[in-house]
């Protein structure tokens, strides 16, 4: 029985993770068909705001989330500034974005590298001691992301599905060009969804520090497994993110624990492709009608 | 010679002051002096009171300046340039002084190491290549340098070095591993574990070792020298778990040990961030078992993480700084230096490197550039018949492989060979005690914390 609370408490941490990272990414590639490379840089970027704040500047524990968050959001806000806004006219623009990010993720990896060195911090936003469930340590830190991510998705979704703003980001996505025609300001959209993908990515880079390491290339693999989970949940859909996140780590814990911790992430991945030959647009979207 | 720390220049100027030079080698063996003790004498005698004026000898250092690695890339260019300088203050060689030069390897591989290494010859004109460690290039950038036919020492760990340079020795002469191939990690850990057990210092509950390594070659490596030689040295191996690295998420590897505890765990993945989330993970619910990791712990950042959950682990490393007379002088010298939270162990790999090599290129008469392959090759003769005692301990040659011999591994005595050296961690705010090999140790085994038997 104990091995099956540590499996299953071990899922719903990995799965947390999952969500953390995919938040931003599925926000603004969701709404804007902007594959934001530079997102797992602006994971890191948060954590470090965070640690900054807390550990440099002395300031409280919830005083570096929100430092962070001001942080993720104004280098959302200048990433459009200075790059999204020129390209966006650019009928090439959703290729051409991926390796401009792509060129600030590194140039954000290299400020990183300056301003703190390669040395590995802990993130001082943390929660200490845990409880026990049967004989299984559950630290209270993974609790709360547990309970973070689920909450940071839920009111993603809420806001892009019943707000004004929301409606606008919706209306963007689906033809940019009609929303422009129907009184969208379409450069204001693109700049609050950057501003709101930066602050969740430095939200969640907080999160996701304070169980991992802070370190100038924490954001690589939270990354790459956003990047899974948001297409198996399907473009824009981040209920679906979530859902997927915490389903897709639990699997994955279960290989490790029953094949051997090598053949877990493989595993995930030989199930995504046979989910995505299934449902190609997404395992929970709907399945397109198609004229015959 | 407890007190001020002796500099260098302090060091040059009594040699020359006290001893003529016919005097100076029975002088300098007894000396045992600050941290440079004879064998940096030795290299002022040699220099006859040359300044060090003439024109630049450069020696370059291809590191991980940036990338994951940079922490320790960041000491290896530190110990590089603090070895420059503290030769160029005995008089460089022969009077012409070191200058050191550095070329970013990043994330390492062959592919970011063999173009470094060919700047640093083509720009720069360097006599030598000195190095910390890059991993994965598995030899790849030895044409490079054989082509140049200069010297280059490095600190790869890495047993393919031995085949690469045993089997074509001719071409590859001025290559040398300046540090044990990771394989002596295995075989040495089991030494160890029933040398305390004959000390008496520990009872095995049983006679089981779960072994856990990352998926790089390094560290598959040493865990498949562990697994293969556990039984000629009493153990059963109950359970080999390959994980993949970054991992922060140890649990389905804990439940396994946790279903079958056995007496030891030995985990040959080194990334101290992920050594301190096991041990952060494992303490709440702990196995009594013996806790032992290799080369991530020696660095601050596994205590500073982990915090008093890693109270208690054993780890070894074969290459780092002594905490001895020698050790300690320099690493006093380094902090004083660098700042206190610098780490003078990782650095001390160059700057012994450089140390040797500079005494063999002023007792070869002078080091060459790139293509005067003639004169490296005396170099290179000069330094495979060395025995030299720096801040790591004895480095001494494997012939003809080039590699550093390690003690106990490979040799009973320690006048021979580089410690192996196991440390364990009392308490978390202080440095690491070093529990063997002998006569280095600080400290005695302590039983960890967790285990209560």
């Not at chain 2, 004109?125 to 000195?130: E, L, M, P």
Request: net charge neutral; charged share 15%.
């Amino acid at each position: 029985m104990d091995t099956f609370t540590q499996i299953v408490l071990s899922g719903l941490t990995l799965g947390a993770m999952y969500a953390l990272s995919a938040i931003g990414l599925s926000l603004v590639w969701g709404s804007l068909n902007m594959l934001n490379m530079a997102h797992g840089a602006l994971l890191t970027l948060g954590g470090y705001a965070s640690f900054a704040a807390i550990t440099q500047m002395g300031l409280p524990l919830f005083a570096g989330l929100l430092g962070a968050m001001a942080v993720g959001l104004l280098v959302g806000l200048a990433i459009y500034a200075a790059v999204v806004r020129f390209m966006l006219t650019d009928p090439a623009f959703e290729t051409n974005i991926i390796v401009a990010s792509f060129g600030l993720a590194i140039i954000l990896e290299n400020v990183i590298l300056k301003l703190f060195g390669a040395y590995p911090f802990t993130q001082p936003f943390a929660l200490k001691s845990g409880l026990y469930i049967g004989a299984v340590h559950m630290p209270y830190q993974n609790l709360f992301i547990i309970v973070g991510s689920a909450a940071l998705m839920m009111a993603t979704a809420w806001v892009i599905t019943n707000t004004r703003m929301g409606r606008a980001i919706r209306a963007t996505a689906q033809n940019r060009e009609g929303a422009e025609l129907m009184g969208v300001s379409v450069n204001l959209v693109f700049a609050q969804v950057l501003a709101i993908g930066g602050m969740l990515a430095a939200v969640s880079g907080v999160m996701l520090s304070s169980i991992t390491t802070l370190a100038p290339t924490m954001g690589y693999d939270p990354m790459l497994k956003a990047f899974i989970i948001v297409v198996i949940a399907g473009l824009g859909n981040t209920m679906g993110a979530l859902y997927a996140a915490f389903i897709l780590a639990l699997f994955e814990v279960s290989v490790q624990y029953m094949l051997g911790v090598r053949f877990g992430f493989p595993a995930l991945l030989l199930l995504v492709i046979i989910a995505l030959i299934w449902r190609p647009d997404g395992v929970f979207m709907k399945p397109k009608a198609q004229r015959q | 010679m407890a007190g001020k720390i002796r500099t260098p220049s302090d060091i040059a100027r009594e040699t020359l002051e006290n001893a003529g030079r016919r005097r100076f080698f029975g002088k300098a063996a007894a000396m045992g002096v600050g941290g440079l003790a004879g064998s940096a004498a030795l290299l002022a005698s040699i220099n006859d009171g040359a300044k060090a004026q003439g024109e630049p000898i450069k020696v370059g250092g291809a590191v991980p300046i940036t990338g994951w690695a940079a922490a320790d890339g960041i000491e290896f260019q530190r110990g590089l340039e603090f070895a420059c300088e503290d030769i160029n203050a005995m008089g460089g060689i022969l009077g012409r002084p070191l200058e050191p030069v550095f070329e970013d390897t990043k994330e390492q591989g062959a592919d970011n190491l063999i173009p470094a290494i060919q700047r640093l010859i083509d720009r720069h004109g360097v006599h030598a290549i000195i190095n910390g460690y890059n991993t994965g290039a598995v030899c790849a950038e030895y044409d490079t340098v054989a082509d140049a036919g200069i010297l280059y020492i490095h600190h790869n760990t890495d047993i393919v070095h031995h085949d690469t340079v045993k089997n074509n020795a001719e071409r590859y002469f001025g290559i040398f591993m300046g540090d044990p191939a990771e394989y002596w990690y295995g075989e040495g850990l089991l030494k160890f574990l029933n040398g305390l057990g004959e000390k008496g210092l520990w009872t095995r509950p049983n006679d089981k070792i779960a072994i856990v390594t990352g998926s790089q070659n390094y560290s598959v490596v040493i865990a498949g020298a562990i697994r293969d030689n556990a039984e000629k040295y009493g153990w059963k191996t109950s359970l080999f778990e390959t994980v993949v690295v970054p991992i922060s998420e140890w649990g389905p590897t804990l439940a396994k040990i946790r279903e079958d505890p056995p007496a030891v765990i030995a985990v040959t993945h080194w990334v101290p961030q992920d050594l301190a989330q096991f041990m952060i993970q494992f303490v709440p619910q702990p196995t009594d078992s013996l806790v032992y990791m290799q080369y991530g712990p020696s660095l601050a950042a596994f205590r500073e993480i982990g915090k008093e959950a890693v109270n208690g682990v054993l780890y070894s490393t074969v290459v780092a700084s002594l905490q001895d007379e020698f050790g300690n002088a320099y690493n006093n010298r380094y902090k004083e230096k660098y700042g206190a939270s610098a780490s003078p162990l990782v650095a001390a790999q160059p700057y012994d490197s450089c140390s040797y090599w500079a005494i063999a290129g002023a007792l070869a008469g002078g080091t060459g550039g790139p293509g005067e392959e003639a004169q490296n090759r005396k170099v290179a003769s000069r330094l495979r018949n060395m025995i030299y005692r720096g801040t790591l301990g004895t480095t001494r040659w494997f012939i003809p492989e080039q590699a550093a011999t390690p003690y106990p591994d490979a040799t009973n005595d320690p006048s021979l060979g580089m410690p192996h050296q196991y440390l364990q961690i009392e308490d978390h705010t202080k440095v690491p005690g070093l529990i063997a090999p002998s006569p280095y140790e600080t400290a005695t085994f302590k039983m960890p914390p967790w285990i209560k038997a």
